[in-house]
């Protein structure tokens, strides 16, 4: 198995968002049954640096303790099963349909997929910029499948309050256009054959719709969390993500 190697932004992009995630999340070390397959990756700002609209001590607890912990329970999986660690992560996700143990399957695909959530979500966000703006092509293809930005917002945030229990809302992009989904737990849209054919597509935004990812700072207010996590949307990143998915 070959460790990853880092990658910059122009070849994240080129490979993907799936791909070049699942990359960067690849199996860092050769010898499964000494080391972790997975680490958990600094934050790639601090805790505090998106006060007010996500406080540290959340950022602190969602990052070091519920993200290193879907971590720790994949590796653990993972060291009974030599031949699906040297997988990288998506692919890992991908194959689970296959996976014959459904204790295994299940495991995987909870924690599998709150390590890819979660690094997709870090990475979604970016410290408070109030004029940052989806690229032009971007904000076309949004007013075009929703109308207006506002819609898409509108849209956007009635999913993730709807989402009952835990998970995710997303915007994704499948055969070029752009759609608005959700998801329960920690499923995603990249796990073919375990979330709906409707809700499959590539990911472009993310937003952890569970308590822990809001509750210490907004309690049971999720909307007003929604609404606020506007305000740290790193849209170079999603427009990025778009330019390199259509
Ligand atoms: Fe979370």
Redo the contacts with the bound molecule.
């Keep these: 198995m070959d460790s990853p190697s880092p990658i910059d932004r122009r070849q994240f992009l080129k490979l993907g968002t799936l791909a070049a995630t699942a990359a960067a999340l690849g199996p860092a070390y050769s010898n499964a049954e000494a080391a972790p397959v997975y680490t958990l990756a600094p934050l790639p700002y601090g805790f505090d640096a998106l006060e007010p609209h996500m406080d540290a001590r959340t950022m602190e607890i ?1 990052h070091g303790k ?2 290193a912990a879907y971590i720790k329970s994949l590796n653990t999986a993972l060291a009974s099963s030599p031949e699906l660690a040297q997988m990288p992560l998506e692919k890992l996700l991908a194959s689970l349909p296959a996976v014959q143990d459904e204790a295994l399957r299940n495991t995987l695909r909870n924690h599998g997929g ?1 390590h890819w ?2 690094d997709f ?1 870090w990475n979604t966000l970016t410290p408070a910029v109030k004029s940052a703006k989806p690229s032009p092509d971007l904000a076309a293809a949004l007013n075009s499948a929703f109308g207006s930005m506002e819609a898409f917002q509108k849209s956007f945030a009635e999913a993730a309050a709807k989402r009952f229990g835990s998970g995710w809302a997303w915007l994704i992009i499948k055969d070029g256009k752009l759609k608005i989904t959700s998801t329960p737990n920690q499923d995603n849209p990249s796990m073919v054959g375990l979330v709906p054919e409707a809700d499959l597509g590539t990911a472009l935004l993310g937003l ?1 719709v ?1 308590e ?2 809001y509750y210490l700072h907004y309690q049971n207010r999720r909307p007003d969390y929604v609404t606020a996590w506007w305000n740290i949307v790193n849209w170079s990143m999603v427009s990025d993500r778009f330019a390199a998915a259509k």
């Design positions: 969602h519920h993200h709150g959530n979660h979500f952890d569970w822990h990812a």
